[in-house]
């Protein structure tokens, strides 16, 4: 916080496409479902063996247990009904075998992305027999979205390889990063790949302190990161090819259509650098 405001960044908002037709990330998210549904039994193991059930020990009618959840980056659905339905599960079930507590808690659920994600689809999709409150929060990830100490499980799948920003080198002429006639980092020299990798040291760093001061003592932070082993190569996967091709593409309609100096601009925002899920306190 700086002189009593909170400190909440407000870079460019790109967010997946909205809606439901046949070019909307509804419909074309099997691959990050695919991951959410791997990872189910990871995530239930972690909340077993890590919730600190203590602190729901004891509730009553006016005093009820709120265990309060966050997606952050959960685009426009179905994958974050189902991430955010394991996580339920997890917690009713590990509650109920430490017998914690007789009473059935309340979940608070927080769908967060970019303020310019379509919530409106989001919303409109959310499941019908549900078990938890729900609220949409907008804004960016990397920077502070809750008051200190009110979130109890904090989690992102596939969201945190999408920067905060273009590296700023890799635009810049006159920097040895300079990534000329293409928009990602596949087969790029060394200085662009250090450039990206920087870039994200610095993002997930912001990540981790902003949901270092919203999580509750004993809270849960997980974090599904798609990525490559280091033997493995950009270029050795369809992601980077696909890259290259479009890249291409693109070149050829500078030449054509607009001036080339213009397509260092077109650099994407993200990166492919590890895949973790951790609970973390």
Same mark, same amino acid.
Request: charged letters at 20%; a negative charge.
């Given at each position: 916080?700086?002189?009593?405001?909170?400190?909440? *960044?407000?870079?460019?908002?790109?967010?997946?496409?909205?809606?439901?037709?046949?070019?909307?990330?509804?419909?074309?998210?099997?691959?990050?479902?695919?991951?959410?549904? %791997? !990872?189910?039994?990871?995530?239930?193991?972690?909340?077993?063996?890590?919730?600190?059930?203590?602190?729901?020990? +004891?509730?009553?009618? +006016?005093?009820?247990?709120?265990?309060?959840?966050?997606?952050?980056?959960?685009? !426009?659905?179905?994958?974050?009904?189902?991430?955010?339905?394991?996580?339920?599960?997890?917690?009713?079930?590990?509650?109920?075998?430490?017998?914690?507590?007789?009473?059935?808690?309340?979940?608070? #659920?927080?769908?967060?992305?970019?303020?310019?994600?379509?919530?409106? !689809? *989001?919303?409109?999709?959310?499941?019908?027999?549900?078990?938890?409150?729900?609220?949409?929060?907008?804004?960016?990830?990397?920077?502070?979205?809750?008051?200190?100490?009110?979130?109890?499980?904090?989690?992102? +799948?596939?969201?945190?390889?999408? @920067? %905060?920003?273009?590296?700023?080198?890799?635009?810049?002429?006159?920097?040895?990063?300079?990534?000329?006639?293409?928009?990602?980092?596949?087969?790029?020299?060394?200085?662009?790949?250090? &450039?990206?990798? &920087?870039?994200?040291?610095?993002?997930?760093?912001?990540? @981790?302190?902003?949901? &270092?001061?919203? @999580?509750?003592?004993?809270?849960?932070?997980?974090?599904?990161?798609?990525?490559?082993?280091?033997?493995?190569?950009? %270029?050795?996967?369809?992601?980077?090819?696909?890259?290259?091709?479009?890249?291409?593409?693109?070149?050829?309609?500078?030449?054509?259509?607009?001036?080339?100096? %213009? #397509?260092?601009?077109?650099?994407?925002? +993200? !990166?492919?650098?590890?895949?973790?899920?951790?609970? @973390?306190?």
């Amino acid at each position: 916080m700086e002189d009593g405001k909170h400190n909440i *960044l407000r870079p460019q908002s790109y967010a997946m496409n909205g809606g439901n037709g046949p070019y909307s990330y509804a419909e074309n998210s099997f691959y990050q479902r695919g991951i959410v549904e %791997s !990872t189910k039994e990871t995530i239930k193991e972690a909340i077993a063996k890590n919730l600190e059930t203590e602190q729901y020990a +004891s509730s009553t009618s +006016s005093n009820p247990i709120i265990i309060r959840i966050a997606d952050f980056g959960c685009s !426009t659905g179905p994958n974050t009904f189902l991430a955010i339905q394991n996580i339920v599960e997890a917690v009713e079930l590990t509650l109920k075998l430490k017998k914690a507590n007789s009473r059935k808690p309340d979940f608070q #659920v927080f769908f967060n992305d970019q303020i310019s994600n379509d919530f409106n !689809t *989001l919303f409109a999709s959310l499941p019908s027999d549900r078990q938890y409150y729900v609220a949409g929060v907008p804004g960016s990830f990397y920077g502070v979205l809750f008051p200190k100490a009110s979130l109890d499980f904090a989690y992102s +799948s596939c969201s945190l390889h999408w @920067l %905060s920003k273009v590296p700023e080198e890799v635009t810049d002429e006159n920097s040895q990063a300079w990534n000329k006639g293409k928009i990602h980092y596949t087969n790029a020299h060394k200085e662009v790949l250090e &450039a990206y990798s &920087a870039q994200f040291d610095r993002d997930i760093e912001s990540y @981790l302190n902003a949901r &270092a001061q919203e @999580l509750v003592g004993g809270g849960l932070l997980a974090i599904l990161i798609p990525g490559l082993p280091d033997v493995i190569l950009e %270029s050795d996967i369809t992601t980077g090819t696909e890259f290259e091709v479009l890249g291409s593409c693109l070149m050829d309609m500078a030449k054509t259509v607009i001036k080339q100096h %213009s #397509v260092p601009t077109m650099n994407k925002i +993200s !990166t492919w650098l590890a895949f973790v899920c951790i609970p @973390l306190k």
